[in-house]
C-alpha cells in the first residue's frame, strides 16, 4: 500500500504527463495516484478534456490568452478541492 505521490506533486506534473513529458517511472507514479485519488483525477479528466479542445479547435497556436484562461479555470478548481476537503 502506501501513496507513491502526494497531491500536490501529482497535480503540479499533470501538464508534463498529458504532453508526454515524463519518463515512464514518474509516469507509473502519477497513475497510480490518479487511480487512488478522486480529486487529481478529475483535475487530470478536466485537464486532458482541455487540451484536446485547445489541440483540435487551434492546431498550430493557441492563443496565449485562451491558455490563461484554461489555467485560471483550473486554480479554481483547484481551489474548490482544497475548501471542499477542508470541510470534512
Ligand atoms: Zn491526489
Redesign the pocket.
Known amino acids: 500500500m502506501g501513496r507513491s505521490?502526494?497531491?500536490?506533486e501529482?497535480?503540479e506534473r499533470l501538464s508534463a504527463f498529458l504532453d508526454a513529458e515524463v519518463d515512464d517511472a514518474d509516469g507509473d507514479r502519477i497513475r497510480a495516484?490518479?487511480a487512488?485519488?478522486?480529486?487529481?483525477?478529475t483535475e487530470y479528466d478536466v485537464e486532458d478534456h482541455i487540451k484536446k479542445l485547445v489541440r483540435r479547435s487551434c492546431r498550430e497556436s493557441a492563443p496565449v490568452e485562451l491558455h490563461v484562461r484554461i489555467r485560471t479555470q483550473l486554480t479554481v478548481l483547484r481551489t474548490q478541492y482544497t475548501a471542499e476537503q477542508q470541510q470534512r
Not at 36 to 41: G, K, Y
Open positions: 505521490l502526494e497531491c500536490a501529482a497535480l495516484h490518479l487512488d485519488c478522486e480529486p487529481c483525477l
